[in-house]
């Protein structure tokens, strides 16, 4: 460890116009494109499992191959970004999506339809673990906040419009569309990207890839998704109890190995600032809460109020669309308000907004609805920024790489949990699901309010 030093350009303060706008379009493309991929097949699923011939239940390991593997491979391509360079990472992370999205393009069996979106998301890990470095490269510091504003909001938009705009592309088209649209689009970011993103300005020399640590994070991630999803999909109880067993040794193996490291792929090291790590915890609660509403609320407007998917995919739009104005003023207002108050303000506002849609009777005009979502989506809006912001620049600018990975990291993890735990509501009370999920929701960004607003009373560095 003693052979390690960091060298560079320790000084490096970003890019300037005009090239941060082409670096933007790069950056900001390819990662809409690695996250709303998750999420996009889901309303396809039926259309493919009646042309592949097979079960709905196997269909759903369309959108299970592609979330396993991201999970899988964030904090590896993470740490490989601080090595090798984040633009390089994230350039292949293109070539291997769009490689996975013509593949999945001309699939005609379930297999190959899943190995390819296993490949989709090899390359969206790849985008994705690096996209938060790589916005910290680009963006002065004294705009950083805006950076991040902009970058909450195209992740936020992404998650959320997925089934909207698949629905939009089945009235036209079949199912292989989803993934053909990604080819232009991916070209034309892969040219931005190669010739507008900056190389690393710093590295750490004697630093070496750990391939152990990266085959136990990605058992650990694996084993802890994989859990999850049995559970939800009804599998026998004695195989999820054999996968979190095995969770509990790997995950064991995973941590003391960790904790030994100077620069460890899951990064203790910045764990350990209280700002980040409360970030983190945040970020977690969060994104669980955004999944547990986006989850049941169209089975709330199908089965309460008898929406069909046009329509529900219509007052759905209210969500991401107050995300559109709330993302960059929030990146604003992050340097004249603490982060933590602001993100606070946020989830409290987002958690009336749950508690409002869990207890609207149907007897009320449905205007009460869209003021729901969009109180969600104003809330999320301003808090996703400020987080992010306080986040990864509380992190040394030599460690950016395992932040971004973090960063993504925590928020999968939420959106994964929040899915589960809308399959638990299912389980327990199958006529209340969709009320209790939403309650769950409020309750729970309720609690990632009280850890932001802790942050203003924690010491910080930003760097």
């Not at 999506?97 to 296993?118: D, E, K, P, Y």
């Not at 997925?162 to 034309?188: D, M, Q």
């Not at 992050?334 to 946020?346: D, N, Q, T």
Request: hydrophobic share 50%; aromatic share 10%; glycine share 10%.
């Amino acid at each position: 460890m003693s052979s390690q030093k960091i060298t560079g350009n320790l000084e490096w303060d970003g890019l300037h116009r005009p090239q941060i706008f082409y670096a933007m379009v790069a950056i900001f493309s390819g990662l809409f494109l690695s996250v709303i991929d998750g999420s996009i097949c889901n309303v396809a699923l039926p259309s493919i499992s009646k042309e592949l011939h097979v079960s709905s239940s196997d269909s759903i390991w369309v959108v299970n191959g592609f979330q396993l593997v991201v999970m899988m491979f964030l904090l590896p391509f993470s740490s490989l970004g601080e090595l090798k360079g984040f633009k390089q990472v994230y350039l292949i992370g293109l070539v291997v999506f769009l490689t996975g999205s013509l593949c999945c393009t001309f699939s005609v069996t379930l297999v190959q339809l899943v190995l390819s979106r296993m490949l989709q998301g090899l390359g969206a890990a790849m985008v994705m673990s690096v996209n938060g470095s790589l916005v910290r490269l680009i963006y002065p510091k004294k705009h950083l906040p805006k950076g991040f504003g902009l970058n909450a909001m195209v992740v936020a938009l992404a998650a959320v419009t997925g089934p909207t705009l698949a629905a939009a592309i089945l009235s036209v088209a079949s199912w292989p569309w989803l993934f053909a649209i990604n080819l232009p689009v991916g070209l034309v970011t892969f040219y931005f990207a190669w010739k507008y993103l900056p190389d690393n300005p710093t590295r750490i020399e004697g630093r070496r890839f750990d391939r152990k640590s990266a085959l136990l994070n990605m058992l650990t991630f694996g084993l802890f998704i994989g859990s999850l999803e049995a559970y939800a999909h009804g599998a026998a109880v004695k195989w999820v109890l054999l996968g979190l067993v095995l969770l509990m040794i790997v995950g064991f193996l995973f941590v003391r190995r960790q904790l030994k490291q100077s620069y460890p792929m899951l990064p203790f090291d910045l764990l350990r600032i209280p700002v980040f790590g409360l970030s983190v915890m945040t970020s977690i609660c969060s994104f669980t809460s955004q999944m547990l509403a986006m989850v049941s609320i169209p089975f709330l407007l199908h089965h309460f109020w008898g929406f069909d998917a046009v329509r529900t995919g219509l007052f759905m739009t209210a969500w991401p669309l107050v995300i559109v104005f709330a993302s960059p003023v929030a990146g604003v207002l992050v340097g004249k308000i603490h982060a933590g108050l602001l993100g606070a303000v946020g989830l409290l506002i987002m958690s009336c907004g749950c508690f409002l849609l869990s207890m609207i009777p149907v007897s009320v005009p449905q205007i009460l609805l869209i003021v729901g979502l969009m109180l969600c989506g104003l809330g999320f809006g301003l808090f996703q920024s400020p987080n992010n912001h306080l986040m990864l620049s509380s992190a040394p600018a030599y460690r950016s790489g395992g932040a971004s990975g973090m960063q993504a990291t925590a928020r999968l993890v939420g959106q994964t949990t929040g899915t589960t735990l809308v399959a638990l509501m299912y389980h327990i009370t199958p006529d209340s699901a969709p009320h209790n999920a939403l309650i769950l929701a409020g309750f729970l960004t309720l609690v990632g309010a009280c850890v932001s607003v802790s942050r203003m009373k924690t010491k910080r560095q930003l760097y």
